[in-house]
């Protein structure tokens, strides 16, 4: 079945630095891929929508300049976190969709964030 | 605003037990609804379902969906332990990039 990866799995790093969140299709090429974050006991939230090649979509209340996302290839996606801080800590998820005809979206692992 | 509601919130039951676990919806441009089991990590995919009244089945799960009435239910038969999990609902709307609209979720414990 189709695979999603990401990395790093966890990361932790103060407060005011970048992190840079990978996410990659590993046997199929992802037309869409989508970025979720989820705060404990909640559910998953969509941040935004990015497809290959062009500018990604965010959803109201995301701020594109803090969360930038990068889709260079049909393979793979970026979430930066630019200058992270506390409230940023969260679990973060990207799901990739195929050019199948349901458009299944499958999920990568999530990568945890926590910023001191 | 589209919105998806789960209920219950959470649910203990025993092994052995049947198990309903409700999804409602309001969203416009509906497209299908799907579900999604989440252990410690990220969502594993369950169902799609797109068309009232056909039931889908894997196993001991079973999910129906109603359009008129806008929900569905995901059914497990006599449950075990490892069914423990949140069970999330979702709605993919239709769009400029249909994304996936998801509910809070039912947290279920099922205890030995």
């Known amino acids: 079945g189709a695979v999603v990866s990401q990395h790093p799995s966890w990361v932790i790093c103060k407060s005011g630095t970048s992190v840079k969140i990978e996410c990659r299709s590993l046997?199929?090429?992802?037309?869409?891929m989508f970025w979720y974050r989820q705060f404990p006991k909640q559910s998953l939230m969509l941040m935004a929508t990015?497809?290959?090649?062009?500018?990604?979509?965010?959803e109201q209340g995301v701020e594109k300049d803090k969360f930038l996302i990068n889709h260079a290839s049909l393979t793979l996606s970026t979430l930066t976190v630019t200058s992270a801080h506390p409230e940023d800590s969260s679990f973060y998820i990207c799901s990739a969709t195929d050019r199948g005809p349901f458009e299944t979206q499958y999920f990568g692992p999530g990568t945890r964030l926590l910023v001191l | 605003e589209d919105k998806v509601v789960q209920s219950p919130l959470s649910l203990v039951v025993h092994e052995g037990d049947t198990v309903t676990l409700n999804c409602s919806y309001e969203?416009?441009?509906?497209?299908?609804l799907l579900w999604y089991k989440q252990e410690k990590k990220a969502p594993t995919f369950l169902f799609m379902l797109?068309?009232?009244?056909i039931e889908k089945k894997s196993g001991r799960l079973s999910s129906i969906l109603d359009k008129k009435e806008l929900f569905s239910i995901l059914n497990i038969t006599a449950t075990q332990t490892g069914d423990s999990a949140i069970y999330l609902c979702a709605v993919r709307v239709q769009g400029g990039s249909e994304k996936l609209v998801f509910g809070k979720g039912t947290k279920l414990t099922v205890n030995p």
């Open positions: 969203v416009t441009n509906f497209r299908s």
């Open positions: 797109t068309s009232s009244g």
């Open positions: 990015s497809n290959e090649g062009s500018k990604a979509t965010y």
């Open positions: 046997d199929f090429q992802a037309t869409t």
